[in-house]
């Protein structure tokens, strides 16, 4: 299957800080998706980005997809505690599987 | 809201012998699917499942396993001859029909192998 990697694999920051996940694909990508995994939790979906150079934002969450489609980012503003857990980015491909990225583990510091 | 169940959610078997791990999908969805994830490592996609029949599976996704809606709510993963390396969580989630739809988690089965 097509191969997801996430970077950092783990981010510690001070609850108020700015926190980063990029997610990158060697081959192009149809869509992406974000989900969110609570520790001891199951994968909660957050958004999907479809089009070249697409950027949605929820509350503090900013999701961009590159140009490219071969990658795309996830950008916590001011993190909170409630921010803690996983994040994976999925290859939503154009069949009906989907690849998870490694995911990045957050962790927020109070 | 309704939710994806999946039952058991702990099952323990020795090593060898079958497991059938049970997930009940949202109703009016038509696309379902079981994912593997062992401990701190990422989410492993396994196999979809469309119009009773599969759809895509991935090459994790051997003879051992096997997936079965026999009514018109249950759909179910079937393991044969466990093995020690098959003890991880394992996730079912549906969706509805059409393109951007989300995938609905279930809370997971965590099936340790002895």
């Known amino acids: 299957g097509q191969q997801v990697m996430q970077i950092p694999q783990y981010q510690h920051v001070q609850e108020g800080e700015d926190f980063t996940t990029y997610c990158n694909s060697s081959t192009t990508l149809s869509n992406i998706q974000w989900y969110k995994q609570r520790p001891g939790g199951h994968p909660v979906f957050l958004i999907q980005l479809v089009k070249s150079g697409e950027v949605k934002k929820q509350k503090r969450l900013t999701f961009q997809f590159g140009e490219a489609k071969k990658n795309s980012s996830l950008h916590i503003t001011a993190t909170q505690t409630t921010d803690v857990g996983t994040y994976f980015c999925a290859n939503g491909d154009t069949g009906n599987q989907f690849y998870f990225g490694t995911g990045t583990s957050l962790t927020v510091i109070p | 809201e309704p939710e994806v169940t999946q039952t058991p959610s702990h099952q323990v078997t020795q090593m060898g012998q079958e497991v059938i791990l049970r997930c009940v999908p949202i109703s009016n969805h038509l696309y379902f699917y079981w994912y593997r994830q062992i401990l701190g490592q990422k989410v492993e996609f396994l196999v979809s499942f469309y119009n009773n029949e599969i759809s895509e599976k991935s090459e994790i996704f051997d003879d051992q396993f096997s997936v079965e809606r026999p009514d018109g709510s249950n759909f179910t993963l079937k393991i044969r001859s466990t093995k020690l390396e098959d003890s991880a969580m394992y996730f079912c989630?549906?969706?509805?029909?059409?393109?951007?739809?989300?995938?609905?988690f279930g809370d997971g089965t965590r099936l340790s192998i002895l």
């Open positions: 989630a549906s969706r509805r029909s059409g393109p951007g739809q989300p995938q609905h």
